[in-house]
């Protein structure tokens, strides 16, 4: 059972903040496979309204709410913040945020639609900028900051990039501006909101977790010290040259390569030194995320020497798969020890165990629906009737986190109805 160190109730933000982004981000994932259905093979051309759609759905909708439920629950666990009034910060994130995403999948779709891009421009702009500012403000704050703080700073000061960028890109698109630099910025959006926000969130988490959850050796300090500066640095100095020498992304996405497939060995190689010899289906989706981020950086590495278009579609496949994977692995972590630990922390004599809040043979089911998926995004590039398939184990894989958060929700509240309390005033003789 995960150690309650360093975490208190006072510390903890109320449940319903965590479990509210993580149910949003499973309606989102929802709504990607029935995209999927309708857009078909057609995803997998990223010049194309239908990819630009699915990708947004799937990097806003499902990647941000899911990591946004994280960060609301781990920066006072693995950073020492602590968020004052989370309910209203969260509220004050997730009905705007939810709104924008909604309007800009509309105003891609649509024609005429410059009152909805600048609707979602001033819901996402708001809601993400406000948070983004809040939380760097706290973490800017502390004395001492450990190698999870300090490159969770780091993916804050991106995601606020990633937004700036993209309300340029709006901008450029509807008028606004003469959008010279559209295609340089693009790929700087792009860079970022991938490298910068997924991956550097995913690294700078795991020198914690992972040690933390799965009882693995440290990450070397060198490792944890210069991993999340680099790519940030790396990332900050080809969005500016780049505007200028827009070759400059061939040798950064060269060095990515390089930083992140690294990461991917190293870790995969940490989880085979782990000390607790049991194995549960969330190490199977930290390694089926860490293979796909090494098969991804190998197949990016491809497409600067061939340009193929299926090589492209399976490098996005595989980051996808890299990003759901550990996302899904941390969400079996946290969904079940909240609902423990908060039952727990009230005094409540049943509270249910992590077990009993989410089985794993209830995991395990999961792993290997996600993993199909995957398989069949994959070969519907060779046979495109499998993405009618891919569609609907999306549907089914993000119902099933769906129902997670709704029955351990449910549990925790039947719980506080009838479980019975420890009496604090009892005398023992």
Known sequence: MPSQNGLSLDQAPPISVVFRFFFVGSLFGILSGIFVLFFQNAIFNSHNTEAIILT???????????????????????????????????????????????????????????????????????????????????????????????????????????????????????????????????????????????????????????????????????????????????????SIVGIFYPNIWILTDILLALLLGSYALFTLKIFTQRKRPLTDATVWFWRLGLSSLLVSMLLLLLTLFINNASIKALSYIAFTSFGLSIVFAMFYKIVPFLTWFHLNSQGYIAAPMMHNVIHPKTVMKHLYIHTVTIVSFILSLFIPQFIFLAGLLTILSFGWAGYQVANAHLLYKKTQKTGKKFNMGMNYT
Request: proline content about 3%; overall charge positive; aromatic content about 14%.
């Open 56 to 238: 947004h759905t799937l990097t806003l909708g499902v990647m941000l709410s899911f990591m946004f439920a994280a960060l609301f629950q781990m920066l006072p666990v693995i950073a020492g913040v602590k968020l004052t009034s989370p309910v209203l910060k969260s509220n004050l994130l997730l009905y705007p945020f939810t709104l924008g995403i909604i309007s800009l999948l509309f105003a891609f779709n649509l024609t005429n639609t410059s009152w909805l891009f600048f609707l979602a421009s001033v819901l996402l702009g708001a809601s993400l900028l406000g948070i983004v500012i809040i939380m760097l403000k706290n973490l800017f704050s502390l004395e001492n900051h450990t190698a999870s703080s300090k490159g969770i700073t780091y993916t804050l000061l991106s995601l606020g990039i990633v937004v700036l960028f993209s309300l340029y890109l709006i901008s450029a698109l509807t008028g606004l501006t003469e959008g010279s630099s559209y295609s340089q910025i693009k790929e700087a959006h792009y860079s970022f909101g991938l490298y910068g926000w997924i991956a550097l969130l995913i690294i700078s988490i795991s020198f914690q977790v992972i040690e933390m959850f799965y009882v693995t050796p440290s990450y070397p300090k060198l490792v944890t010290k210069f991993m999340p500066l680099a790519l940030f640095s790396l990332l900050l100095v080809s």
